[in-house]
DNA sequence: TATGAATGAGTATTCATTCAT
DNA sequence: GATGAATGAATACTCATTCAT
């Protein structure tokens, strides 16, 4: 029998895939705490030692979601090797725009609010936060971004990604003002020549 | 008296007016139904025979705002008079995050969903959807611009506005990462590199 | 153009099939008279004009509907000619039956409350109530109902019509206790014995 | 303290006497189901512990009612001992009836729609179905009975109730189309006749 | 007669949250 | 820690009915 803090992780986890679960399927307003609880196989009362509420569970999610993305589309651009910077961020973009055009049902969860995992303490913080880390870590080598500050890259990439999360969310759920293929060349040119 | 149907123009307007007001004040879900009728001063099933609910109510609002704001930014740019295309859309961007770090509340309904008015028909339309018109008038004789069509200059145009906006409410709403003082050199150099 | 009594008859025709229509369709509780009204082409305003409120269309409708299925079936006794008095009963019953079992949406409809036509002034009325007077004719030159009265024999084929539509709606809609073929034969025995 | 089982069956209780008296006292529309939890001393919300909605407190106090009243009949007719199969049903025939005119208001809410307990296995039950059962055995050792099985007596029972049932709500409520006291000879004399 | 905009009382239903066990 | 019965505030929405035109 695993220990007592083994076993919370494990419901805490639980409670975590079942609103996740949910909130794709139905949507976060359609969705009850109850419901939540039932699915992970807990009690209703048992929710609130683990999160405070609707929203607390929401916002773990959003950044679970977040990061595992993220990272997925880092991971991609790493596996290009030596290339230019601009390629490894078109890369990133571009993993990130299709992961969200196939899973329409997260991009319609998370909307237009991906991020980053908060960046405290970027230039010299002691504990590397490894995907902030991991981004700017594309850039060194690389003499068109020599000149400029970490954070100076890292803000300029969080720009251009909420940009392609945005106008994915208006070209695939609201299909305006067109197509994701249609509106990708505009896309990578913009962010081609901002790096 | 007035005409029956202007009379019905007067209440929807009322109504449009009341729910700003009030999701203005203490946010869509803190606003009942019930409230935006009264203070619109008409029952609470009147309100049923304009808006199908209260998420049609907001989007109605939405599109006007947007519009609005949009509109004025437009004005701000055409009262620079010959300058550069990309000196043009930066007043735009600027006229509209000074505009959004002014009324916190408005960023804080509209979050990252500014929208451009539909721009169905746009090359050869009969009827020229005039906001949308006054942003490409915009790259007219501007050399840089020339050989782009009309529908790409759109789409660069509104994928730029919309870093914009999701940057303000991460950085005015959520202050992630920076404040947006620190966000405007970045965001501006992406625009003015990008054109 | 028609006189203005005909136009009248028209729209009060009107709001009743629509009311039969939706009635069916969806169920009494289900359909609002702003319903009827539309489905009539008329104005809601306008049902007032014709019927005090819903009840008091449905209970128009009952009685027509009632009205309509008693003659079919009074129309398929007689055409039996010459037959023994429960004979032509037990025809009457069994058109019933087999029209609620065919029309369920009808059965669901009128429920348990099929009724005969008031037959007030049963004995030497002026005006003969056709239907109730035609069932009595059944009875006519039949040695067995000789010596009863008009009133006994109205009320006896009363009594017995009810158990029958009761039934129906036990087995057909509540399918208890169970199939109306099965219930049949218990039916027609009790209907056979009691004339 | 009692069991939480327990507790559990008294307030279903108190929920199924509350919602009798009112759907007596003001009828079923004109009842609320806050009143019935509020009749009940319970809390709104905890009425859908228990029942979905107004209807299904409703068939669950139908059934209630049906078998208080059905039970009630057959220990009258089991009370006259030894007597001929047709007086034993004429007992509960009559009993039923003056029940029904004692208790206007019970038969306007139960209308025509008095039911038998469902009769799930009836030959050869394990367990048997004391209500029907007990009808049951008013056949036995009666020789105008001894060729019919079980089923065709209880569904000849069963029409016959049905239809002095409906005939109470005819003469009772609707006053068609004569007193009960009028209609009950023809009733008895078709239920003497049909066993 | 006919209209249909306006009314606003009336009610079902949901659900986050608590707390005794 | 875990449970799930109980709570009751909170609100959306319907619809019969009226009445000025």
Sequence with gaps: ??????????????LLDAAYDLFLERGMTKTSIGDIASRANVAKGTF???FSDK?????????????KILEEACSA????????FADKILAVAD???EYLRRETL?????????EWPSATGLEGADEPLHLVRRVIEFG????????????????????????????CYSCIIEKRPDT????KPVLYDIIRRSL
């Design 95 to 97: 993993y990130l725009i």
């Design 55 to 67: 929203d607390a569970i929401l916002r773990a999610l959003l950044g679970r979601i977040s990061q």
């Design 1 to 14: 029998m695993a220990n007592v803090q083994e076993k919370k992780q494990v419901k805490r986890q639980a």
């Design 106 to 114: 997260v991009l319609r969860l998370v909307q237009r609010n991906l």
């Design 140 to 167: 060194k080598g690389c003499p068109e971004v020599e000149g400029r500050s970490e954070k100076e890259i890292y803000y300029r990439i969080t720009a251009l990604v909420s940009m392609c999360v945005s106008m």
């Design 77 to 84: 651009a790493e596996a290009l090797g030596e290339v230019p």
């Design 180 to 183: 994701i293929d249609n509106m």
């Design 48 to 50: 609130y030692l683990y």
